[in-house]
């Protein structure tokens, strides 16, 4: 027999969930550093892992073309790790996309150069790199399953919030650990082996992440369905494509928004600045640390603002924000330059749209399939758009020098409607992934769930 249930909101977080969270966050933190500190020092990897007698340009296309080769991993590794996850448990492949990272990134910091290896050192560090990738393709949706079904009624929204900041994170500690060791030691002393540094501290960081992540539960529903004997009986993959396609799609299109407030508002825009509208190297360094701190930031107050507000409710001033961000970044600020650092805010500030994604996908996927379907969507669409996005603006800006806000609008304008129109939204309650059903929300923030 049903019965409605009216379920407050609850005031706090349980030692327990700020454990959970704190340890999901710390790890993810960790491993987007060991995936992007390879492109702060790839021109010096270059030197060392290619012929010296190829042109400098040559060595470092090759080195970026390695970079590349991660994201390509994405989606086989996402996969692969999504299966075992949705079959074995969440647990398991949460720990051990940390260890997949971190035990590659040490290598790295310890594999000799061209000079000893001769061709078996670029081959080597593309495997090492490929790991990397099938890792961090299991990461990110994996961790938000994982928080996601640890967070209690009215949380879900916070616990995306807060690993997705974790994610942004990684990358301004990679910024900031570039800096340092560039201000600490000498550049010949850097270009010799100060550059492996980063590479061993973030491998021996990431074990321990690893190791700590040991001590985290397994999650309430992936337990409930074990007990109940409901995980997926057939390959989860293909559940996904015969009976979720329109989440799948949808799912790509809301990715496809976050790949461009990622890459073209935070990776591109010192590039872009430098190259289009003459700013300083330094000045875009700090525009480009404050947007990945605004981010970082505004991915958990948008996330706590989905469980306040609903997911729907969030879309459009998000969005928005996301809009007269780019634009500001790359049409306002070319002409006032003194105004970057706060329009560089307010452009990450509109990036906290990547924390939107992950609450609307873990709500589309049934939970014995959830893992495959937001893995498989959101790392196939990142590979994909992840990986023209750069080479798309480049062209566009050869016709108009604010296309990078045309584009980020353009996709932004996609992405609400993919958001909107997500399976899971009308009439769930914010936050509520582990019912399949539910009444609707009423308009006196409290949460109705359909219970036995």
Known sequence: MSSTVVAQRP?????RE?????LAALGGALEFYDFVIFAYFAKIIAQHFFPAAQPDWLRQTETFGLFGAGYLARPLGGVIMAHFGDTLGRKKMFAFSVLLMAV?????GLLPGFGMLGVGAPLALLVLRMLQGAAIGGEAPGGWVFVAEHAGAGRIGLACGLLTGGLTAGMLIGSLVALALNAALPPATVADWGWRIPFLLGGVFGLIAMILRRWLEETPVFAEMHARAELARRLPLATILGEHRLAVI???VATWTLTAAIVVLLLMMPALLQTLHGFSSSA?????LVATLAITVGAVLVGAGTDRWGLRAMVSPVVGLLIVGAWGLYDVAPAHPG?????AALAGFGGSYVSLVPVAMVGAFPAPVRFSGLSFSYNLSYAVFGGLTPAFVSALVTRSTVAPALYVGG???????ALWAMPGQGGIAPGDITRDTAVPV???????????
């Open 11 to 15: 005031a706090g977080l349980s030692g």
């Open 18 to 22: 700020l454990r959970t969270l704190a």
């Open 104 to 108: 590659p990134t040490l290598l790295m």
């Open 250 to 252: 949808l799912s790509m």
């Open 284 to 288: 875009t360094l700090y525009a480009s």
């Open 339 to 343: 105004w970057l650092l706060p329009l």
């Open 411 to 417: 996709t932004a304008l996609a992405g609400a409607i």
């Open 442 to 452: 009423p308009d006196d923030g409290t949460e109705h769930l359909s219970g036995a």
